[in-house]
């Protein structure tokens, strides 16, 4: 008998995520709607998780559990999870985050209801390590206008924390996007990519609890150590690189490649420089800091001493 394909696909990557991996698991299994898959791609953990993952997996026939035998780095295992999935929907899942039981329901509603809509999401609150509610999230990423300029200003000029990648997107749409690059706030190329083809829409409960704790992926991390979580084939030493020209760069290129028209593309790269300008004491000491690299890397070496 054929496997029926659910409509929402949830990926979850993880790596050594066992002191709330099995809270957030319970969160997803528990959703009121119920024609879901869980993906889990586990990273090489050296921990718990493997044990969890397996011990859900066994009880609960949504899920999908994949493990890495190396760590294939964060960018990498987020997209294996993509990739693996097949719904209509789908929806990153951090291993640490917590959704209300009607979260993927409330969005799967807004994005039947509007097709013109590539991304749903519900309003957020910030949770502790004991899952106590620290703050609502005030950042506004509803999208809801017909012209892309017009949502990639919004979303340029307000956007914080990128809540709406853990939202639910339009499987098609995703597929269209380059996914999560190897490169530092690689998460904003992919909802800009997604912003281009399409509305995003809110659902006003704060029904997504992100944590924010010192165990965090990012947290108090150096540019150099970022871009090695993002990608382990990547050096520390070469790492602290291009982190806002190379955004500037894929986001430019977003738009190139985009199916916008034509006439808005202009506006979307002037919203694009100005934007990027404000960082522009961080992108010339980047370009000084990589020419100096090359000029080092150029010049020939002293000849040995004759010794006789």
């Known amino acids: 008998m054929k496997k029926r394909v659910p409509r929402v696909s949830i990926g979850l990557p993880v790596h050594n995520g066992e002191l709330f991996l099995a809270r957030t698991l319970d969160s997803l299994l528990n959703q009121t709607f119920r024609e879901i898959e869980v993906i889990i791609s586990d990273n090489a953990s050296t921990d718990a998780t493997q044990e969890i993952c397996e011990s859900f997996a066994a009880r609960d026939p949504r899920i999908e559990y994949i493990r890495q035998e190396r760590n294939l780095g964060a960018s990498a295992n987020y997209n294996v999870v993509a990739r693996r999935s097949h719904g209509e929907?789908?929806?990153?899942?951090?291993?640490?985050?917590?959704?209300?039981?009607?979260?993927?329901?409330?969005?799967?509603d807004?994005?039947?209801?509007?097709?013109?809509?590539?991304?749903?999401?519900?309003?957020?609150?910030?949770?502790?390590?004991?899952?106590?509610?620290?703050?609502?999230?005030?950042?506004?990423?509803?999208?809801?206008?017909?012209?892309?300029?017009?949502?990639?200003?919004?979303?340029?000029?307000?956007?914080?924390l990128c809540h709406p990648v853990f939202g639910l997107i339009r499987a098609d749409a995703l597929a269209r996007t380059g996914l999560i690059g190897p490169f530092h706030s690689a998460d904003v190329i992919v909802l800009i990519q997604l912003l281009l083809q399409g509305k995003f829409i809110e659902h006003p409960e704060p029904l997504f609890l992100r944590r924010m704790h010192t165990g965090t992926s990012l947290w108090n991390k150096s540019?150099?150590?970022?871009i090695v979580w993002y990608d382990t084939s990547a050096s520390r030493k070469h790492a602290p690189a291009l982190r806002y020209t190379t955004l500037f760069a894929a986001a430019m290129s977003s738009v190139l490649k985009s199916p916008i028209p034509l006439w808005d593309k202009p506006i979307c790269w002037m919203i694009l420089a100005r934007a990027y300008a404000t960082r522009r004491r961080e992108i010339a000491g980047e370009l000084v800091r990589a020419t100096r690299g090359i000029v080092r890397k150029r010049e020939p070496r002293t000849p040995a001493p004759d010794v006789g």
């Open 89 to 108: 929907y789908f929806k990153w899942a951090a291993h640490d985050d917590l959704c209300e039981p009607t979260l993927v329901e409330r969005c799967v």
């Open 223 to 226: 540019d150099a150590d970022v």
């Open 110 to 160: 807004l994005l039947d209801k509007n097709k013109d809509a590539v991304v749903a999401y519900p309003r957020s609150v910030l949770i502790s390590d004991a899952d106590d509610i620290v703050e609502p999230v005030t950042e506004d990423m509803s999208l809801p206008w017909n012209t892309a300029s017009r949502r990639l200003r919004h979303f340029l000029w307000n956007t914080s």
